[in-house]
């Protein structure tokens, strides 16, 4: 399912209204960039997540205050094309998997990227570059 934007300004209302992050659900900051490795960490751990919680999906967004939930804006990959990270993270999870969707919000507080990641297949857990990620709490292990 594609969202639409006003569909994703309500989930991410939704999501900032957790009382914290869950373990298919991760905010970052990330004004300036965001290493690729930490992205291909976390993508497993969420894709992982998603699976054992049973939800349909994970959700990484960039943009965004962990602890207070504010939304800070994020210059992560502006100007620069951000499907291309679904290729390239592709290269080095399991089965080539990849995002569902990448999502960019402009928002009035700052630029929003929200990546929506798919649940591993049941009994399958996803790797990054042969390792094997998951959460503890709010914590990538």
């Keep these: 399912m594609k969202y639409s934007d006003q569909q994703l300004v309500q989930k991410l209302s939704d999501f900032r209204k ?15 960039t965001f290493y690729f490795q930490e992205l ?10 998603a699976q054992l919680q049973s939800v349909d999906c994970g959700w990484l967004i960039l943009g965004v205050e962990n602890k207070n939930k504010k939304i800070v804006g994020t210059a992560y990959r ?3 094309s951000i499907d291309g990270l679904k290729h390239d993270i592709a290269q080095h999870v399991t089965g080539n998997i ?13 630029r929003v990227l929200m990546f ?3 649940p591993a297949p049941e009994g399958i857990p996803i790797a990054w570059q042969g390792h094997f990620y998951g ?6 292990v």
Aim: charged share 30%; proline share 6%.
């Design 116 to 118: 929506q990641i798919p």
């Design 78 to 80: 502006q100007g620069c």
């Design 135 to 140: 959460r503890d709490g709010e914590s990538l």
């Design 98 to 110: 990849s995002f569902i969707e990448i999502y960019e919000l402009t928002l009035p507080e700052g």
């Design 18 to 32: 957790l009382p914290r992050e869950t373990e298919w659900l991760e905010f970052k900051e990330a004004k300036r």
């Design 40 to 49: 291909g960490k976390y993508f497993s751990a969420l894709s992982n997540e």
